[in-house]
């Protein structure tokens, strides 16, 4: 359990130190990834043998302790952020390269902080690690928000610490605080620690300041700050802005719902039904809003405030469907997403186009990049074979479960709009008849670093539509009763 | 012999040293000698705070009371020196920051000041600790009386002396001096109000004999007095017009003593005389001092906080901070419960280093570039990168991060303000953290993002001397902040001490 926090850390000063040696530095990059995905793959045999075993690794105040234990869902995350953290550092090689990047020795060290603290999140064995790596998560990208140094950078920087701090100062501390004095504790327990503490009107505000307080989950209307941060380099908003700092907001959201309310609490008392409509608002107001972004990168991060919602809405539905098929949309959307960028990014790259409306003629210079662009958008859209058709797929059924109808509509809708943003970027990148390209000199696939993840993840996105079940079959224990 | 005689022992060997600096000549004689006197003082107070306190000696047992009758005159005739949980603990905040101060002296006061002057700096410095010292451990209203007019004369002239560096410093000590004289009268004539309805003036005695005149109008009229008196010493809002040019424009060193520790000493007498000597009942039940503290640390904390934001001066940003700062330990007093005391009190201990040692960061980088505004500072994490990480570290326990000690206090406040079911004050510590979040990363931003200008392209990181004692405060704030058992278990036992008293 040890080696996942110090593995991260290890290669960031490793990575440090090899500043000098940009080849070697690079390298260090990715072996600290795969080094770190092996060690997440070898908790899984611990999963079973003891779930919420704490490792404690300081106390803090008497009851207030720093410890981390194993349960699916962490265990869901840490993997796909691990995973897909190897696949990211290779692309992030051929970018950063191909743009010639400045401060790629402080990109990696930050992007490796960030890794360490979505560990840290993930394996959180209470409420006071999950914030503290929470806030260190918020710390560790924003040297990577920034990157360029630019006015507009630094500006998008300020947003994206104002929103997060006060969201996790000023609401989330706010909650768990308010739970330590209700139960003396923080702990994460399955079926809950708040049933019979507390009565409805706080159980309602707790879970409005959770909700709104993991800022990190862009629930609007505090999601400003992701199309801000959209100005960092394509690897960030890849893995950070579309995987592991987003995903660790629902993350939590999910984590809280689960073992700090508990699904049979929320489902008994109907607390959440306030949520699930701000997360249908969320999702249909972020998809329209996406509708009218030309920038491509833009127009993905309104997708991603959009199908994070998703993820909330699950959590917020409270029964069986609803929690298994938000869970498996963390990892559905994730593969899905990290494609979309990664195509967008290798565009970049390639061609040096950012808009919409540019991208006549790029799925004929760059065919394999749009191809992969394509299988993204049909999974995020939510069509077979792919993926994504089955996280969308439980989240209706979770919707009927509760009897919500009007919710059921919204997520068909969203599909309507998922299709009406994306596939017309693929459409004019094909099929377009604009003026033909005259810069002079002929655009062609990005290099291979870039091209190859965007390969793996959109075969991913396949894959998991085989295996679907396996998922299903993991994330189970935590709707056991 | 000499441990029953630490309390008198601890203020008397800075006195004595501070009365023989004036004969010494230039050179580091004096900063040596007012070394060793502060650490000797140091090292009293560590074995005072053993005896007192129950926690370090066996958990279960009770905090012990230390009585030592000057001159062996007995109480309640003679004169007393106290020492219990409560000011054990401010004993030791006052003598570490002192000490680790006053270690770190040496360069920035030869800097500061012109070398004929330093042994009466010295001089002033020792009798300012001294002074500090007497008040938290007198046992006896008229003798802190006595001793706050002590240390601020003392630091009166400290303030002055920073007019070597910018002529502001005569303004700012005149209208300390105007202000302070003013508190310590308002003050006074509490005293006497208590004195002519009592007959006393020993703590203890008046507590027991205040007990049935509760309804007295004197005494009600004596703790408005003594409210407000301490209030201006204490610089909470409104009455902290005096500390942000003191605590701006003073040698750094100077600032790092009045903000780390003076205004604390004030806070302190407040919590002495609200518990032990007029009683929780009389104080937060009787009269609505609750409601009114709440108000004007509510007041404190976000206007102290903005003003702070729009400073462009590093060291007047610190003082506007402080200024918020002694809104929480107000609105920690104020809640008058057990989490809200301790937070107050560990408030006090670790806002003392983080403050303390942000001044001393903001002393090297006046070492360094001679100046101290915020602009100036551009670039300078790679040039002085153990000074800006001490910088970095120091405004982020204000800001109150996770694992800085400056989380602990605010979890402790929120607790409490919880506790007693008073959300919006909840609500505005949690708010004070995100202004502090704006302050602090104003300065972050321009230290590592922003380019450095041709005048800093030459500086280097600061002498050792300078930079370590600053990371000694910087780093006991973080370590405090990630095991905070010994600063909030020493502070909860002070709460419960105070808590009990009536």
């Known amino acids: 359990m040890a080696f996942v926090l110090v593995i991260p850390i290890i290669g960031a000063l490793c990575i440090a130190l090899l500043r000098r040696r940009p080849d070697y530095r690079d390298a260090a990059s990715v072996i600290t990834a795969v080094c770190l995905f092996g060690a997440v793959l070898s908790l899984i045999a611990q999963l079973g043998v003891k779930p919420f075993q704490a490792w404690v690794l300081f106390e803090l105040l008497p009851g207030l302790r720093l410890a981390f234990s194993l349960e699916p869902l962490g265990m869901l995350f840490a993997l796909l952020a691990s995973g897909l953290w190897v696949v990211t550092s290779i692309y992030a090689i051929g970018y950063m390269r191909a ?53 507009r950078a630094v500006m998008a920087g300020r947003l994206y610490l104002g929103y997060l701090f006060a969201t996790s100062i000023g609401l989330l501390l706010f909650a768990i605080i308010w739970t330590w004095t209700l139960t003396s504790s923080l702990d994460f327990r399955s079926g ?78 109907g607390l959440s039904v306030w949520l699930m409509y701000v997360a249908a608002a969320t999702i249909v107001i972020a998809s329209l809003i996406a509708l009218a972004q030309d920038d491509l990168k833009a127009r993905l991060a309104y997708s991603t405030v959009s199908q994070l919602s998703y993820i909330i809405l699950g959590a917020a539905l409270a029964n069986a469907a609803g929690v298994l098929g938000g869970s498996m949309h963390i990892l559905m959307h994730a593969f899905g997403k990290i494609t979309l960028f990664f195509c967008a990014g290798a565009i970049a790259v390639a061609s040096h186009k950012t808009k919409v409306s540019e991208m006549a003629h790029i799925g004929r210079q760059m065919p394999i990049t749009m191809s992969a662009f394509l299988i993204g958008s049909l999974s995020i859209i939510g069509l077979p074979p792919l993926g994504g058709s089955w996280s969308k797929w439980y989240l209706i059924l979770g919707a009927v479960d509760a009897a919500q109808m009007p919710l059921v509509a919204v997520l068909l809708v969203s599909s309507l709009l998922s299709i009406a943003y994306l596939l017309p970027v693929v459409g004019r990148a094909f099929f377009a008849s604009g003026p033909e390209q005259s810069h002079g000199h002929e655009i062609h696939e990005a290099p291979l670093p870039c091209v190859l993840p965007l390969c793996v993840t959109s075969a991913g996105c396949l894959f998991l539509f085989f295996f679907a079940g396996e998922v299903y079959e993991f994330l189970a224990p935590l709707v056991q009763r | ?88 603990f401010i004993l030791l905040v006052v003598a570490m920051i002192s000490a680790v101060v006053t270690f770190y002296a040496r360069l920035s006061v030869a800097h500061a000041i012109p070398p004929e002057r330093v042994r009466f700096f010295y001089s002033a410095w020792l009798l300012f600790i001294s002074g500090l010292l007497g008040v938290t451990m007198s046992g006896d209203v008229f003798n802190v009386y006595v001793l706050i007019e002590i240390s601020a004369l003392a630091s009166y002239t400290l303030v002055a002396m920073g007019r070597y560096q910018n002529r502001k410093a005569l303004q700012g000590s005149i209208n300390y001096l105007v202000l302070g004289t003013i508190g310590a009268g308002f003050f006074l004539i509490g005293v006497g109000y208590l004195y002519s309805v009592t007959g006393t003036l020993n703590m203890a005695d008046l507590s027991t004999r205040l007990e049935p005149l509760h309804d007295n109008r004197a005494v009600i009229t004596a703790f408005a007095f003594l409210l407000v008196g301490l209030s201006v010493k204490m610089a909470l809002f409104p009455l902290h017009g005096w500390l942000p040019d003191a605590h701006g424009y003073a040698p750094p060193i100077v600032s790092a003593l009045l903000s780390g520790v003076a205004i604390k000493v004030g806070a302190y007498i407040m919590f002495r005389l609200a518990f032990t000597v007029l009683g929780v009942e009389f104080t937060f039940a009787k009269l609505p001092t609750g409601p009114v503290i709440w108000l004007f640390a509510t007041l404190a904390i976000l206007v102290g906080s903005y003003t702070a934001i729009q400073q462009t001066s590093l060291k007047r940003l610190l003082a506007y901070s402080s200024v918020a700062q002694i809104g929480y330990i107000a609105l920690g007093f104020s809640l008058a419960n057990e989490n809200g005391l301790t937070g107050a009190l560990v408030h006090i201990f670790n806002h003392a280093l983080m403050k303390s040692g942000l001044f001393l960061v903001a002393g090297i980088i006046a070492y360094r570039l001679g100046e101290s505004e915020i602009g100036a500072l551009a670039g300078l994490g790679r040039k002085m990168p153990f000074t800006m990480a001490a910088l970095t570290a120091g ?39 995100m202004l502090a979040v704006i302050y602090v990363w104003k300065v972050v931003e321009i230290v590592y993002f922003r380019p450095a200008s041709d005048s800093a392209a030459k500086v280097t990181e600061a002498p050792w001397s300078l930079v370590f004692p600053a990371w000694i405060l910087v780093g006991a704030s973080l370590y405090f902040g990630i095991d905070a058992s010994l600063s909030s278990g020493l502070a909860q036992e002070a709460a419960r001490f105070l808590l009990s008293q009536s």
């Open chain 1, 99 to 151: 743009h010639h990047e400045e401060h790629q020795t402080r990109f990696y060290v930050c992007f490796a902080l960030t890794i360490a603290a979505a560990m840290g999140i993930a394996f959180a064995d209470n409420l006071l690690t999950l914030f503290i790596f929470y806030e260190v998560m918020t710390l560790a990208t924003y040297p990577l928000v920034t990157h360029h140094g630019t006015e």
């Open chain 1, 192 to 269: 809950g620690i708040l049933a019979g503490k507390a009565e409805n009107p706080t159980l309602l505000i707790l879970l409005a300041l959770y909700a709104f307080g993991i800022g990190k989950a862009a629930l609007m209307p505090f999601h400003r700050w992701l199309p801000a941060a959209m100005v960092a380099p394509a690897p960030v908003s890849a893995l950070l802005h579309a995987v592991a700092v987003v995903k660790a907001g629902v993350f939590c959201v999910m984590k809280v719902v689960l073992y700090v309310f508990g699904i049979d609490l929320l489902h008994d008392t």
């Open chain 2, 1 to 88: 012999m000499i441990r029953n005689h630490l309390p008198a022992l601890i203020v008397i060997v800075p006195l004595l040293v501070a009365l023989v600096m004036p004969v010494l000549g230039r050179g580091d004689k004096p900063w040596l000698l007012a070394t060793l006197a502060s650490w000797a003082s140091f090292a009293m107070t560590i074995v005072l705070q053993v005896q007192v306190s129950g926690l370090l000696r066996n958990p279960a047992a009770t905090p012990a009371i230390i009585s030592y009758p000057i001159g062996n005159w007995q109480v309640p005739w003679g004169i007393e020196f106290r020492v219990d949980a409560l000011n054990a």
């Open chain 2, 395 to 433: 405004g982020l326990g204000l800001i109150g991060v996770p694992l800085t000690s400056g989380f602990v206090s605010k979890w402790y406040l929120v607790s409490g303000a919880i506790d007693r079911g008073l959300f919006p004050l909840a609500f505005v510590v949690l708010v004070g953290s």
